[in-house]
């Protein structure tokens, strides 16, 4: 066949015909019965090619029953259990596609889910940098003009334990390995039209999103970041209503920060001509340690942008079966695209490139593969990525209390057997 | 569930750790030799003191408390659902003590030795001292 036969339904329908005529009369002679045979080998074949190695066992859910805190089910073949935080086991994603889905998506609450009426709920904008004080019913949110964006939402403290590993020394906060990430698309109205509704003022300069949670959890961003065409007040999550669990009605989507950024269950949002502070960014999400030094308002350096980090879709410590297999991951970047994944087998020494496969999303993330003969014994895997704007993943980086940005290599402890 | 149940090595007048209230009232009554409740009658000034605090969403109970001078040991136990710590400021906002984590469930110590004077309690996770988890201290 032509190309063109392949992409063109009839002229496909055409060619296909004409081919089946003429193999029927090569097969003039062979019975019909062995001519099914011949099919039923081809397909028995497609059939046997679909052996997944790892997958997790999909039909067994867990009886796990959800918790006063939260109000999705976690069960612990999917989750890490943290309390109030729920890591995503990276290897649920082995058998998945680009987008984690919601019942996997990772949990991080300072407290616990609120249960919110979105009848009664509203989100009231106001401050020195808005014109009038305004304040929007959900109906009012879902009738504007909405976006839809596939973008990572990722703790802060993702790797947080990996310090631990490096230094001896273990940071503060929960003790994540690298699954508190997940990508999801997200839609909702650009955060600049409830901004210019309330009569935004040239002269703003902060924004400040405030959470209804127990804690009204708030974090400010520079009108620049929230004015972007991808920051967004998001009210559905790959395709469905969004979860209480990740901000029901309406959180914030502020692309490649860090995840307390997102802020969930938003009530009130400031916007205020001075700097705005918050314990968000004064005390925590913030670097404190010997190698950061506090600033005027802050405890160290305010946390923005995430870095650069990878993971590989296997259980953690856990074991594969020996034989030829697609070793695979994922890796992503708060800066934009990634540019180049390189995989070390043999615990640092030599490194080979990974493929990457479509969609590369900027501030989402790549997957990745390559080819390898598993052969039984213990491994440690690493893999290293950078991203398009030249961060690649150091070897360390240096100790900070609250134990944010881990973006180093991490070594991931595997058994082929 | 990962998490460790007991997260702080024990260091001198760093946070101990009990796996249980049961195991921190025994080894409390054994090494102290007294366990305060709040606003209880001082005992002599040269004896170490242990003061118990619960912590949970989001208070402090007991709210305001007081101890004699000298060594205060505070044994404070996570009642909560979700992470807290624990900080003893005095009235210049000058910290004395601090537990930096304790898990739900954990119960941690730490013990500071006090002046007589007025000394502030708190939770220094964001947000927490703002929704209700603060309270006084009052040694006499």
Not at chain 1, 268 to 291: F, K
Not at chain 2, 12 to 38: D, E, H
Not at chain 2, 65 to 73: D, H, I, K, L
Not at chain 2, 117 to 124: D, E
Request: charge should be positive; proline fraction near 7%.
């Amino acid at each position: 066949m032509h190309d063109g036969e392949l992409v063109n339904e009839q002229a496909y329908e055409e060619a296909r015909r004409d081919e089946w005529i003429w193999r029927r009369a090569r097969t003039l002679g062979l019975s019909r019965r062995r001519f099914l045979a011949l099919l039923a080998a081809g397909a028995g074949a497609a059939v046997a090619n679909v052996a997944p190695v790892g997958r997790l066992a999909q039909h067994r859910r867990a009886q796990a029953a959800p918790t006063d805190l939260l109000v999705k089910p976690t069960p612990a073949e999917y989750f890490y259990d943290f309390g109030s935080n729920k890591e995503m086991r990276w290897e649920v994603m082995a058998t998945r596609g680009y987008l984690v889905p919601n019942e996997l998506f990772f949990v991080r609450d300072h407290t616990r889910t609120p249960r919110l009426d979105a009848a009664t709920w509203r989100l009231r904008v106001e401050g020195s940098g808005v014109a009038q004080e305004r304040e929007f019913t959900y109906d009012e949110i879902l009738g504007m003009p909405s976006v839809s964006v596939v973008r990572f939402v990722e703790c802060a403290g993702n790797g947080r334990s990996f310090f631990e590993t490096l230094y001896g020394k273990r940071a503060q906060g929960g003790q994540w390995h690298l699954g508190a990430i997940g990508v999801a698309e997200w839609t909702g109205v650009p955060l600049r039209e409830v901004l210019m509704r309330a009569g935004l003022k040239r002269t703003a300069r902060d924004v400040m999103p405030e959470g209804v949670d127990d804690l009204k959890v708030r974090r400010p961003m520079p009108i620049g970041k929230a004015l972007a065409d991808d920051t967004l007040l998001v009210y559905a999550m790959n395709g469905q209503t969004l979860p209480p669990d990740h901000g029901f009605p309406v959180r914030v989507l502020v692309p490649g920060w860090i995840g307390v950024a997102n802020t969930k269950w938003v009530g009130r949002i400031q916007v205020a001509e001075e700097a705005l502070y918050s314990a968000w960014n004064t005390d925590s999400y913030v670097l404190i340690g010997p190698d950061y030094k506090p600033t005027a308002q802050s405890k160290g350096p305010v946390l923005t942008n995430q870095y650069v980090k990878s993971a590989f879709e296997l259980p953690w410590e856990g074991q594969v079966p020996a034989g030829r297999r697609l070793l695979r991951g994922r890796s992503w970047s708060g800066f934009g695209r990634i540019a180049k994944v390189e995989v070390s087998l043999d615990r640092g020494i030599t490194w080979v490139p990974a493929r990457q496969r479509e969609p590369n999303i900027p501030q989402a993330w790549v997957r990745w593969d390559l080819d390898w003969d598993a052969r039984p014994g213990p491994y440690s895997l690493r893999a290293r990525a950078t991203d398009d704007q030249g961060h690649t993943q150091p070897a360390g980086v240096p100790f900070n209390e609250q134990g944010y940005l881990y973006w180093a290599v991490v070594n991931h402890p595997i058994t082929v057997r | 569930m990962r998490r460790a149940p007991c997260s702080v090595v024990p260091a001198s007048g760093g946070p101990r750790c009990y796996g249980s209230v049961g195991a921190a009232v025994a080894v409390l009554a054994a090494a102290a030799g007294m366990v305060l409740t709040a606003g209880s009658v001082l005992p002599p000034a040269a004896a170490t003191a242990s003061l118990r605090l619960a912590a949970r969403e989001f208070v402090f109970a007991p709210k305001d408390a007081a101890a004699p001078p000298g060594e205060v040991t505070f044994v404070v136990k996570n009642e909560g659902a979700i992470e807290h710590n624990f900080v003893l400021e005095d009235r210049s906002k000058k910290k004395l003590a601090e537990i930096a984590v304790i898990e739900p469930g954990q119960v941690l110590e730490v013990r500071s030795t006090l002046q007589p004077g007025t000394y502030v309690i708190y939770c220094s996770l964001p947000g927490h001292r703002d929704a209700g988890m603060a309270g006084t201290l009052t040694v006499r």
